[in-house]
């Protein structure tokens, strides 16, 4: 599963999750039985090589059009912040869905 956040650095350690306005840069997880396996930055939401299949944004309002329009599910990480906090969220399915 592939996973991709808004971040304020490449520092896989202590990056944060911030809004898509002021993302640094993106992160794009892949995720593999139960585990993070690898982590790929691009300085563009679009910049991967494979589609992610989720985006995991800071809030409700965030703009999530271009990420519909990509067929990826919107996933809110109200309070994880660091990557290993949203995988830890991700993997106990304690992510919200995008409240219209």
């Known amino acids: 599963m592939l996973l991709q956040l808004p971040m304020n650095s490449t520092d896989v ?56 329009n990509m067929s990826m599910m919107v996933l809110v990480a109200h309070t994880q912040k660091t990557i290993n906090e949203i995988v830890e969220a991700f993997l106990f399915r304690e992510l919200h869905d995008l409240a219209y």
């Open 13 to 68: 350690q202590n990056a944060e999750i911030i809004s898509v306005t002021e993302a640094k840069t993106w992160a794009q997880l892949r995720i593999e039985e139960g585990k993070l396996r690898e982590v790929i930055h691009s300085d563009t939401y679009d910049g991967f090589e494979n589609y992610s299949k989720a985006v995991v944004l800071t809030s409700d309002k965030e703009p999530v059009l271009d990420f519909i």
